[in-house]
Structure formats: C-alpha cells, structure tokens
C-alpha cells in the first residue's frame, strides 16, 4: 500500500503561520538578516510582506515588486545612469528569483517566466559589470549542463578562489551580492554555480541524482584551474545549507579542494528536514529529484550518501558554522559528522540562533571569509581541532578563533 501522503496536504499550516508574521522570521528565524546581506534592499522586503496571507501570493507578490524593479532599471539604462541601472537590475533579479521560488512545478507558465525575467535581468548585472563578472554553462555529461557565474577579484596574477554552492531551494545569482563581497574584498575570486536540481539546471530539467551534484562541480573546477587569475592550488569551496552537504561530498570528490567551509549546517540525516521539519522542504526536494512520487523519492533518499561516511574521505580542513538552535540539524548530528572528518576541523557554533544565522549574518560571513584565505595561504596541522561555542550576546572576536 502506497504511504499517504498526509503532510504534503498540511499547506494550510504554513498560511497560517505567515498571517501571524509581517515576514518570513516566523517561519524562518532570522531570514531577514541574510536576505539584506545578499542585497535585498529594506523597502522591496517590506512591499512584498505586506502583500502575503498566505504562501500562493508569495510569487505574485515577489513577481510585481521584481516588474516595477526592472522598469526602473530600463529607465535608467535609457537615461545612461548605468551605475544606477546596474543595481536596479540586481535587485530585480532577486525579486525574480524569489517569485519562481515557490512554484516548484516543472514547466510551469508563471515559473518560467519568472525565470527567464531572473536571467534577463541578471545578464544585464554581468554586461554592465565591465567584465567582473562572466557567467559559464559547461558541459557535465552528456546533453547535461551546469551553470556558474565568475566574480573576479581586483589587481593583476592568480588568486585564491571559492567555489560558491547555494543551499537547495537557492539559486546562484542570490548568493553571491555583487556590490559588496566579502571575498572580492579580500583579493579573492568567487564562482556560484546552479549545480543538478537547483536554479538554471531545474529550468532546463536537470535534476540532482544520488552522485551528479560533485561531478557538476568538479566541471566547473576544470574550468577555474584554466584561467590566468586563478591559483589552482589555493581552491576552496563554501556551501550554505544543503550545500554545506554538497560541499563536503565535492571536497571529497575532487582533491583540487584544498578547504571547505559550510554555514548553516545541514549535514545530519534526512529525516529532521524531509519528515519532521515544514513539508515544504521535502516538497521542494522531490522537485529538485524530478519524483512527484513520495513512496519513490522515500527510496531514492535511502540511496544518498550517508554524510559521515563521506566525511572519512575529506582530510583537507573543514569549518562548520551553526546555530545550536538550528531546527534542521542538531549539535548531536553536527558531532557525530565532525567525528568522521578525516582532516583539520574547526565548529563556530551559535548560541541561540537558527539555520538561517541571520541573527549573525554580519559576522560570520567576513570571518568566514578570513579563515578561508588564512587556510588556503597557509594550510592547518593535520591534527588540528578546534570548537568555539559563541554565546548569546558576544561575538567571535571575544574568542580565539581561526
């Protein structure tokens, strides 16, 4: 007998919570934080919230802030304030991108047009960067392809680079904020990339099977390690959410990654996100799979990775920065993967806080940002640990950390 599938059906709970809320934290806690530190200006979040009652008027809220977004931006392209233009366009993009967010149907007229205004809009934030920014869309297997976007950092030679990965329901034009980068700041070149089942691969039905995700990645290495201004032997990879899975699963594929760094931990079992957590998640999981079968997606997931496993093949230092409130991943789980890590290991773990970390956005990110650069520059003792546990109210400074 087939499972029912009684949570999938529990959407009236999510509504309901989002009329109790003026936006996302009540389902999100602290999601506001790192929504501004990605770009999202103040008044586009607060003209979008005003509008929802309930998760169907997400997209179209997020679909006419993003058209009114992107009619400034072509008015000030027309008007030759460029600079101006360049930016409206960014955050259109975003806005285009969240408005796809919550339709996850394969060929969807509303999705898809919500897509293809994203990749407009942010083709046009590449063309007026003055060549800072290239995007890529390489070859991983046969008729399949992963997509990247390359910032370039200032000044003349090769550079230490991060291999951005966003987490599963991200896309890569929203993780990386072109106007003010932690990485470019400091002398570093960063690619994002639409690996299987996220983004531009979900457009054209390229969808995450137990083992593509790190193939795709390596691809877009291959294509990194050739370029003048990258140091080949100074990569890393930094993987938010689901990516900070992924991130470990790509390290351990391909030894051209020197560090990893993962935020926003997701690296326990399945079952706290897809069985306990809101069923949006699973929701948004089968779609990025290609199943709309929840008895055949159940199967599928048994056949992931079990992380700590592949943790045992990473033995080039890693860094996991968490909240010990996160609701989808435990300190439990987050011990029992760093106990498997093969390599140098460091945990910068949040009193308080919750898996989007936006509480502590402008912290963690600069000094995630640091611990990178120090550890591609200088590497870490092969019996390195460390664990440094930020209570409520201080911060990292007040600790030795990196």
């Not at 390599?343 to 009193?351: A, D, F, M, N, R």
Request: glycine residues 8%; contains cysteine.
């Amino acid at each position: 007998m087939a499972k029912p599938q009684l949570r999938q059906e529990q959407g009236w709970i999510f509504d309901n919570f989002l009329m109790l809320s003026e936006n996302e934290d009540i389902l999100h806690p602290g999601i506001m934080g790192t929504r501004l530190i990605r770009g999202f200006m103040l008044e586009d979040l607060h003209a979008v919230y005003k509008k929802v009652t309930g998760r169907r008027s997400f997209p179209k809220a997020w679909f006419k802030r993003a058209s009114s977004l992107e009619s400034a931006a072509k008015a000030a392209e027309d008007s030759g304030q460029l600079v101006t233009a360049r930016k409206l366009y960014h955050r259109a993009s975003l806005c285009f991108g969240r408005a796809q967010h919550l339709i996850p149907v394969h060929g969807n007229e509303e999705m898809n047009k919500a897509y293809k205004l994203l990749y407009e809009c942010y083709d046009k934030v590449i063309d007026l960067s003055n060549g800072g920014m290239i995007k890529n869309s390489l070859e991983f297997s046969p008729g399949k392809k992963v997509h990247c976007v390359f910032h370039k950092a200032a000044g003349e030679g090769p550079k230490p680079t991060i291999l951005i990965i966003p987490g599963m329901d991200a896309i890569k034009e929203d993780v990386v904020n072109p106007f003010s980068n932690d990485y470019l700041e400091r002398g570093i070149n960063v690619c994002a990339l639409d690996g299987p089942g996220q983004g531009e691969c979900n457009y054209n039905a390229v969808w995450l099977s137990q083992d593509n995700y790190q193939i795709a990645a390596s691809r877009v290495i291959d294509m990194l390690v050739e370029r003048e201004d990258v140091d080949p032997n100074k990569i890393g990879v930094m993987g938010m959410s689901m990516g900070s899975r992924w991130g470990v699963q790509v390290g351990a594929h391909d030894k051209r990654v020197k560090a990893v760094c993962g935020q926003m931990a997701n690296v326990g079992s399945f079952d706290i996100i897809f069985e306990q957590a809101q069923p949006n998640f699973k929701r948004i999981f089968m779609y990025m799979t290609g199943y709309t079968n929840e008895d055949e997606f159940d199967k599928f997931i048994l056949k992931m990775d079990y992380l700590p496993d592949v943790a045992k093949r990473l033995s080039v230092p890693h860094l996991l920065v968490a909240g010990d409130m996160d609701e989808l991943c435990t300190p439990a789980d987050i011990k029992t993967f760093r106990e498997s890590l093969a390599g140098p290991t460091e945990l910068w773990l949040y009193e308080g806080v919750f898996h989007p970390m936006g509480e502590v956005a402008g912290e963690i990110y600069p000094a995630m940002s640091d611990w990178l650069l120090k550890t591609l520059n200088n590497g870490r003792s092969k019996d390195y640990e460390k664990t440094v546990y930020v209570e409520e109210g201080r911060n990292l400074g007040d600790y030795d950390h990196g």
